[in-house]
């Protein structure tokens, strides 16, 4: 018994020693982050918390010096960089509907300036030759609901496997760090009198880690896809019934409160499974369609029961 109370006094001290340590180390990231990421969208989260320079190694926040009166120089910079891209004959990136980000037409001098990430995010694409890279697109896309979910591991997580589905269905290569470099200086144009050395060390710290999920799973869901339909085509008809079923009965036991929701007819949940088996296979072929229509089922469904 002694011995089960020291291992298990152990056991404690490490799990809060990491608690502390995350806390300790990652805290004033995730707050650098979520600030500059509202400052750089215009969002009035940047009002409620403001950016304040953050001391990283000694794990705590640092009042800023800088007098708040004066005037953002974002709008300047991206003037200046305006300018100087319309005089070397540049080409302004503008969004098609595929998702691609695309290079347009010439831009003037009076051309409005990127005043959100998104906007100067395609500007700057364009200009470093990024224009036409369509798997650019997918991430951006994403690039939100990521940064609003990092800090929940598992969402992160969720999000990054769906982002990985459909930069699968985009041909040539993928060079991830080209997308660091665009964000990097985007964000940079859009917070430049607030940004400094800790807005740097935590936006490529999040990057790395949004990379190190992605590249996890490059390259295998056509494999997966694959697989997983010629399994689904393999099944006779008593194989899929005892198949659906056991997803029901796996589903109840393992979440009984659904009982309250499901209470259709054994039929009728045999056919949602189907549902649920079809949707899986389509997911590898048309992974945005799929999201579109979960999306949409999920929001018809809020507030139900």
């Known amino acids: 018994h002694v011995s089960a109370l020291a291992g298990f006094r152990t056991l404690l001290n490490y799990i809060g020693g990491s608690f502390i340590y995350v806390r300790y180390m990652y805290s004033d990231r995730f707050r650098i982050i979520a600030t500059s990421w509202a400052e750089a969208n215009h969002r009035e989260e940047g009002a409620k918390y403001p950016d304040q320079p953050c001391d990283v190694s000694e794990g705590r926040m640092t009042e800023s010096t800088t007098d708040d009166e004066h005037p953002s120089g974002s709008e300047e910079m991206a003037r200046r960089t305006t300018s100087k891209v319309a005089a070397k004959g540049g080409k302004r990136a503008q969004s098609s509907t595929s998702g691609r980000v695309s290079a347009g037409k010439r831009p003037e001098k009076n051309v409005a300036v990127p005043t959100t990430f998104p906007e100067m995010f395609r500007f700057n694409a364009a200009v470093m030759d990024f224009g036409d890279v369509v798997w650019m697109g997918e991430v951006l896309a994403a690039f939100d609901t990521i940064v609003a979910n990092m800090a929940k591991a598992t969402r992160l997580q969720e999000e990054c496997d769906v982002l990985a589905l459909k930069l699968s269905r985009s041909r040539g290569p993928i ?74 009965q796996t589903f109840f036991a393992t979440a009984p409160a659904g009982q309250n929701h499901f209470r259709q007819s054994e039929t009728r949940l045999h056919y ?7 949707l899986t296979v389509d997911l590898y072929k048309t992974p945005s369609e799929v999201v579109f229509k979960l999306g949409g089922l999920g929001l018809r469904h809020v507030g139900y029961g």
């Open 175 to 248: 060079r991830l760090s080209d997308f660091r470099t665009v964000m990097l200086a985007s964000l940079r144009s859009l917070a430049p009198k607030r940004w400094s050395s800790q807005h740097e060390v935590a936006w490529i710290w999040l990057w790395d880690n949004i990379e190190r999920l992605l590249r996890s799973q490059l390259g295998k869901p056509a494999a997966f896809g694959r697989a997983i339909k010629a399994m689904f085509q393999g099944l006779n008809e008593q194989q899929r019934h005892d198949f659906r079923r056991d997803i029901v």
């Open 272 to 278: 949602i499974m189907d549902k649920v088996l079809t």
